[in-house]
């Protein structure tokens, strides 16, 4: 079991690129989400989906897109990346628990950089 | 307006002392609540959650939590400290029936000195 991964770990953007980062999950999980990190600012929730087919926005989802055809994948596009998009970016899957929701697993997490 | 709240930034501790990290909570209902920490440059791991029963809860590494519903806290508390435990901790909250909508505090930096 792999768990979340994500790639790339790093990557450097200019102003206006596009770029899709990727996220993968080999734990049957449907939930999926993604957070960037922001010093003093904890996570936030950028969108996420309770399946494939399924997506929703959560609390920042403004230049991001996501969609989810798989119950594995879930890529989140920077349609035209901003200096305010550096962040660290992970990726979580869960899986609904009899009690709601289960715990979140964390990927290792993708460090952007926007000049 | 719904938050969670970690009112200690930084917190320094020495080795074998004990350590409590706050954490509160404003929403109408009772969240499924969690304690997370975060190693640097590495993801999150979980600690413990509560979801209901036993207000305490045990979790790995020797860290405990108490959920308090009359003052909206969910602190985490180990009676030692190690001198790995130096991480950045996180509260966080999930909504009952929203999916999986999780809610995060801003963390508290935990350094540990000999």
């Known amino acids: ?115 | 307006a719904q938050s969670v709240t970690q009112p200690d930034i930084h917190i320094t501790v020495s080795e074998g002392a004990s350590l409590e990290l706050r954490c509160n909570y404003s929403y109408g209902a009772t969240p499924y609540l969690f304690w997370y920490v975060q190693s640097p440059g590495q993801g999150l791991q979980l600690l413990l959650k509560y979801f209901s029963g036993d207000t305490l809860v045990q979790g790995i590494k020797g860290f405990e939590a108490e959920f308090k519903r009359s003052q909206s806290s969910f602190n985490l508390r180990k009676p030692s400290v190690h001198w790995s435990d130096a991480a950045e901790y996180f509260c966080a909250v999930s909504l009952p029936n929203t999916g999986n909508q999780f809610y995060f505090g801003t963390g508290t930096s935990l350094t540990v000195i000999p």
């Open chain 1, 1 to 115: 079991n792999a768990g979340v991964t994500q790639t790339p770990k790093f990557q450097v953007l200019k102003t206006g690129q596009s770029m899709t980062l990727q996220c993968a999950q080999d734990m049957n999980h449907e939930y999926m989400s993604w957070y960037r990190q922001d010093p003093g600012m904890g996570l936030r929730l950028i969108h996420y989906s309770v399946g494939a087919g399924i997506t929703d926005q959560g609390e920042v989802p403004n230049g991001y897109n996501v969609s989810r055809s798989t119950t594995e994948d879930f890529p989140l596009r920077l349609l035209s990346a901003a200096p305010s998009q550096t962040s660290v970016y992970f990726c979580a899957s869960t899986r609904p628990g009899t009690s709601g929701t289960d715990t979140q697993y964390f990927g290792p997490g993708t460090r952007l950089t926007v000049l």
